[in-house]
């Protein structure tokens, strides 16, 4: 009795033994394990960054518009003509640093609300609103491609 108990544990050994070593072999298996992201989360991490820039974006609109003095449809309805918001704002007797001015005091506004609703950390916060005038006098001054 005690032989095949013996006999069953090394056959059992050595068949998983053999199988590891196939997997190996075969590439199944890595010595260290290796961090990787699956491709749904890298996939929902972009769709993430996509929904935050569509989302920026209409919110721009929507505070240059209202700066101009015109609805957001027809701003858009300017802009996919090949128009910037300069161009937009010049035509309608507005200064485009105007719009600028207006772009940076919404976006500050916005991240100090995220700041002091500890979304974002003060630091974070100070870093984006670094980057905001920069990034209005982008938007404003960008020619979109006329559809």
């Known amino acids: 009795m005690e032989l095949k108990k013996t006999l069953a544990a090394t056959v059992a050994a050595t068949t998983l033994g053999v199988g590891g070593l196939a997997l190996v ?3 199944g298996a890595t010595a ?3 961090p990787t992201s699956t491709p749904g989360a890298t996939a929902k991490a972009h769709a993430g960054r996509r929904t935050l820039r569509r989302r920026m974006l209409r919110g721009a609109v929507k505070v240059s518009a209202k700066s101009i003095g015109i609805p957001p ?3 858009v309805a300017q802009l996919k003509t090949g128009k910037s ?3 937009v704002a010049t035509a309608k007797g507005v200064s485009p640093s105007k719009v600028v001015s207006d772009l940076v005091t919404a976006g500050d506004k916005r991240v100090d609300t995220l700041v002091s609703k500890h ?3 003060a630091e974070r916060g100070a870093k984006i609103k670094a980057r905001i005038p920069k990034a209005a006098d982008k938007f404003v001054n960008h020619v979109f491609k006329a559809k």
Do not use: C, M, N
């Open 25 to 27: 072999s075969a590439g």
């Open 32 to 34: 260290t394990p290796t």
């Open 73 to 75: 449809k027809d701003l």
């Open 85 to 87: 918001v300069a161009q």
């Open 119 to 121: 979304r974002i950390t």
